[in-house]
T-cell receptor, first 114, second 111 residues
Framework: DTAVSQTPKYLVTQMGNDKSIKCEQN?????MYWYKQDSKKFLKIMFS???????INETVPNRFSPKSPDKAHLNLHINSLELGDSAVYFC?????????????FGNGTRLTVT | TQLLEQSPQFLSIQEGENLTVYCNSS?????LQWYRQEPGEGPVLLVT?????EVKKLKRLTFQFGDARKDSSLHITAAQPGDTGLYLC???????????FGQGTTLQVKP
């Protein structure tokens, strides 16, 4: 039973393309996140949604646009991909957001921009 | 900006040895977590410490939260190859609603 699932697992694309990563959680959580893990394994938050409402929006280029159609899904669309976007992107969810900090992560999407 | 610094960044030891990983900050956190991440997978929560001075044990792993809630340590006794992985500390900043991660410690335990 996959708790947080994200697709695709691997994504290889060329500069300038537009791509999307999908995430779904079946834990009944109301808060979902996108994190970016760089080549040095540093994990940095990008966005957070609580009940479909954006609550955290870090300093991320506006080429990145999250969309939450319902509280079980949080997708990430990236326009005009650049070499520096290459990283592993993790979706996560938690129950309650602030004050309830246990994050359940998906297994990541490794994005390679060539 | 709240930062968490982990040390060491890399650790390679023999099976049976003990080790300690440190997580330090100049900021106070409402709670602190430790996650473990294996290759190709997402981080998985090991423990959450909430009270200053709190000590929690998980089999051979001992976690401590500093009295001032600015630092934490993870001690592994008699490390085993199965302990190999990336260990991440994460501090909860209640005023910003964010979980801040340290840079991680990559542990390799050789048989």
């Amino acid at each position: 039973d996959t708790a947080v699932s994200q697709t695709p697992k691997y994504l290889v694309t060329q500069m300038g393309n537009d791509k999307s990563i999908k995430c779904e959680q079946n834990l009944g959580h109301d808060t979902m996140y996108w994190y970016k893990q760089d080549s040095k394994k540093f994990l940095k938050i990008m966005f957070s949604y609580n009940n479909k409402e954006l609550i955290i929006n870090e300093t991320v280029p506006n080429r990145f646009s999250p969309k939450s159609p319902d509280k079980a899904h949080l997708n990430l669309h990236i326009n005009s991909l650049e070499l520096g976007d290459s990283a592993v992107y993790f979706c996560a969810s938690s129950h309650g957001g602030r004050g309830s900090w246990t994050l359940h992560f998906g297994n990541g999407t490794r994005l390679t921009v060539t | 900006t709240q930062l968490l610094e982990q040390s060491p960044q890399f650790l390679s030891i023999q099976e049976g040895e003990n080790l300690t990983v440190y997580c330090n900050s100049s900021s106070v956190f409402s709670s602190l977590q430790w996650y473990r991440q294996e290759p190709g997978e997402g981080p998985v929560l090991l423990v959450t410490v909430v009270t200053g001075g709190e000590v929690k044990k998980l089999k051979r792993l001992t976690f401590q939260f500093g009295d001032a809630r600015k630092d934490s340590s993870l001690h592994i006794t008699a490390a085993q190859p199965g302990d190999t992985g990336l260990y991440l500390c994460a501090g909860a900043a209640s005023n910003t609603g964010k979980l801040i991660f340290g840079q991680g410690t990559t542990l390799q335990v050789k048989p």
